[in-house]
């Protein structure tokens, strides 16, 4: 079909299922006693299930209120949010907040208790029956040997790796993730990606991930909602399941991100601008 290849969106077949989320004109606000702050203005898109769906947008563009939404802690001004053809009216266990604080998990428990109090709590497990799952969970994440440990001998990266096996436990049908990685230094976050990509391989989440990075957007999703800054609309949705770890650098690679920001800040970043604009762009 001649339209089809002109447009920036979808060259996805056709789905089978109807979505497994869907965000529908959703505007987003925060009352202040002076005034009210519009975070989104009208955003749509779909997440399907297995999707590896990434934010992506300048900071103060609505995506951390996004995620919230779904999560059900924000209702929305205008829109709706539908879970399986359901409304989003309040937090449930179905959809797990991984946030980028290192201190989500409370201190006085041991990483297994950690792992183990929401699903006594919120999915009703027996504590044999939550401490194996637990257990499970853990040694997905490479942690079995830390179940006993408490969370201040762990170094950021661990932690976060807790958070990421708490939230897989309860087994959500979305598992959002709000920057998850953006406190890790360098290679820790690279690893991090790897693994992240590497549990989505074994146990087939669908993902609905947050982050301002380009680059990261590009290796984690393999869909990616460009928001333009405040308040947060679509600029546009692309595929980006051609790229991994492995093609960080590439030229194709490159070419995307350079795309990307292009389409995001109306300019190509550095490389493209004149010497004057790119010296000014390093400093
Ligand atoms: P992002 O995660 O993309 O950086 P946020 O979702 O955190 O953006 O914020 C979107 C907009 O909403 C920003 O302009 C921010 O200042 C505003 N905002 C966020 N939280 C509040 C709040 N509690 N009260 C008022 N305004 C807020
Ligand atoms: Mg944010």
Known sequence: MATHSLRVVSDRAAPLLPPLLQIDGVSLEYRTPERIVRATHQVSFDVHAGDRFVLLGPSGCGKSTLLKAVAGFVAPAEGEIRL????????????????????????????????????RQARGLSRAEARERALD???????????????HTLSGGM???????????????????????AALDALTRRRMQEELLALWDDAGFTLLFVTHSIEEALVVGSRILLLSPHPGRVRAELNSHQFGLASQGGTEFQAAAQRIHTMLFGEPAAEAQTPRARSAASR
């Open 84 to 119: 399986e053809g359901q409304r989003v009216r309040q937090p449930g266990p179905d959809r797990i907040v991984v946030f980028q604080e290192f201190d989500q998990l409370p201190p006085w428990k041991t990483v297994v208790q950690n792992v183990m109090f929401p699903l």
């Open 137 to 151: 969970s853990l040694e997905k994440v490479g942690l079995a040997d830390f179940a006993d440990a408490y969370p």
């Open 159 to 181: 932690k976060q790796r807790v958070a990421i096996a708490r939230a897989l436990a309860m087994r959500p049908k979305v598992l959002l993730m709000d920057e998850p990685f």
